[in-house]
Nanobody, 119 residues
C-alpha cells in the first residue's frame, strides 16, 4: 500500500513554470512506476507523463513533450513534474499515480492539485 500527496499547484500566467511534487508514503517506493495525469471538468482523465523504476525511463503525452519533465528522487520518495511554458489549456487538476507492475493500470492515486494557467 502506498499513499500519495500532491503539492505545488496554483495560479500562473501563460508562459510561466510550475513544479508539482508527489510525496509517497509506505514502503518500496523504488519498486513503483509513477505517473502524472490531469483532468478537467466534463472530460476524461488524460495521461501526462510517467517514469519507470530504475533506470527511470520516461514517457510523455504529445502535449507535454518539450515542455514538461518528470523525474524522481527515490531518496525522498518523491516524484516531480516540472512544467515550463505553461498554456491555458494546461489548466486542470493534476493527479499523481503509482503502479507496481511495469505496465497496466495504475493502482494508487493522490487527491490531486489544481493548476490554473491564465492567458
Amino acid at each position: 500500500q502506498v499513499q500519495l500527496v500532491e503539492s505545488g499547484g496554483g495560479l500562473v500566467q501563460a508562459g510561466n513554470s510550475l513544479r508539482l511534487s508527489c510525496a509517497a508514503s509506505g514502503r518500496f517506493f523504488t519498486s513503483y512506476a509513477m505517473g502524472w495525469f490531469r483532468q478537467t471538468p466534463g472530460k476524461e482523465s488524460e495521461f501526462v507523463a510517467q517514469i519507470s523504476r530504475s533506470p527511470s525511463i520516461t514517457d510523455y503525452a504529445d502535449s507535454a513533450k518539450g515542455r514538461f519533465t518528470i523525474f524522481r528522487d527515490d531518496a525522498r520518495n518523491t516524484v516531480y513534474l516540472q512544467m515550463n511554458s505553461l498554456k491555458p489549456e494546461d489548466t486542470a487538476v493534476y493527479y499523481c499515480a503509482a503502479r507496481i507492475k511495469v505496465s497496466g493500470p495504475y493502482n494508487y492515486w493522490g487527491q490531486g492539485t489544481q493548476v490554473t494557467v491564465s492567458s
